[in-house]
């Protein structure tokens, strides 16, 4: 994964391909997650007017609630209400702009011959901070999982993660998706049980499988971190941003 550059055609970066599969992998399973949390019906849109029917369902996933959380720490009533007047539509555009994401990166049609160069990935200046917002959520969640709370333990887990580079072979993050495909226990992977993007659901990751989302966390904060980079950059040069 190289950082987004700022260029004529948005901002452009490229990604391997198992980079760019995981990620809109993640993206659209987060969105499936976001919405049934939230108790969006299917189909609903951005704009669709349905902020105000009915009481909006609080999360029970801590991860969603992270995406979600309460308006108000010491005033339950006051966060209720504001739940039930922003929820849905707040909801329908975290859903709307992580399968906006994940589209986009499965788009990315330019590819080497060589899997690991990967394919360019162009974000138009007006996508851009939904695009960015997208990786925020990803982030948001998997640091849910993760069990991450302060910068302190993002610096854990990022030296945890770049031990585990060091120690890996040639294939990287191909050779773990692998293994995450066949339930992350070297298995042969059987039927199809809904483990294909095993791991990331569930609370308290450790061992293999933490280094494993955690390289997923990390790659989604160089890709966030480097777009906002370039964002604020042409910001300040007083360069459009469409």
Same mark, same amino acid.
């Given at each position: $994964?190289?950082?987004?550059?700022?260029?004529?055609?948005?901002?452009?970066?490229? %990604?391997?391909?198992?980079?760019?599969?995981?990620?809109?992998?993640?993206?659209?399973?987060?969105? !499936?997650?976001?919405?049934?949390?939230?108790?969006?019906?299917?189909?609903?849109?951005?704009?669709?007017?349905?902020?105000?029917?009915? *009481?909006?369902?609080?999360? &029970?996933?801590?991860?969603?609630?992270?995406?979600?959380? =309460?308006?108000?720490?010491? =005033? @339950?009533? #006051?966060?209720?209400?504001?739940?039930?007047?922003?929820?849905?539509?707040?909801?329908?555009?975290?859903? @709307?702009?992580?399968?906006?994401?994940?589209?986009? *990166?499965?788009?990315?049609?330019?590819?080497? =011959?060589?899997?690991?160069?990967?394919? !360019?990935?162009?974000?138009?200046?007006?996508?851009? &901070?939904?695009?960015?917002?997208?990786?925020?959520?990803?982030?948001?969640?998997?640091?849910?999982?993760?069990? +991450? #709370?302060?910068?302190?333990?993002?610096?854990?887990?990022?030296?945890?993660?770049?031990?585990?580079?060091?120690?890996?072979?040639? /294939?990287? %993050?191909?050779?773990?998706?692998?293994? &995450?495909?066949?339930?992350?226990?070297?298995?042969?992977?059987?039927?199809?049980?809904?483990?294909?993007?095993?791991? %990331?659901?569930?609370?308290?990751?450790?061992?293999? /499988?933490?280094?494993?989302?955690?390289?997923?966390? *990390?790659?989604?904060?160089?890709? &966030?971190?480097? +777009?906002? /980079?370039? $964002?604020?950059?042409d910001l300040r040069a007083g360069r459009p941003s469409?």
């Amino acid at each position: $994964m190289t950082p987004f550059r700022s260029a004529p055609a948005g901002y452009v970066a490229r %990604w391997d391909d198992v980079e760019r599969e995981v990620l809109a992998r993640v993206a659209r399973d987060v969105a !499936e997650l976001l919405g049934a949390e939230a108790g969006l019906e299917p189909g609903i849109e951005v704009g669709d007017g349905i902020a105000f029917t009915g *009481v909006a369902r609080v999360p &029970q996933d801590p991860a969603v609630l992270r995406l979600l959380p =309460d308006a108000h720490e010491e =005033d @339950a009533d #006051v966060a209720a209400e504001f739940r039930h007047l922003t929820q849905t539509d707040l909801a329908a555009g975290k859903v @709307a702009r992580l399968v906006a994401f994940a589209d986009a *990166v499965d788009a990315s049609d330019e590819l080497s =011959d060589d899997p690991r160069v990967g394919a !360019e990935i162009v974000v138009p200046r007006e996508s851009a &901070q939904d695009f960015a917002g997208a990786l925020t959520d990803l982030r948001l969640v998997l640091a849910e999982r993760l069990g +991450l #709370v302060d910068d302190a333990d993002v610096e854990t887990l990022h030296d945890e993660v770049f031990a585990g580079v060091e120690d890996e072979d040639d /294939e990287g %993050w191909a050779d773990a998706d692998d293994e &995450q495909r066949d339930g992350g226990d070297g298995g042969d992977g059987g039927e199809d049980d809904g483990s294909e993007v095993a791991g %990331w659901e569930r609370v308290g990751l450790s061992g293999a /499988e933490r280094r494993y989302w955690g390289g997923v966390f *990390v790659a989604a904060g160089f890709a &966030q971190e480097s +777009l906002v /980079e370039e $964002m604020l950059a042409d910001l300040r040069a007083g360069r459009p941003s469409v």
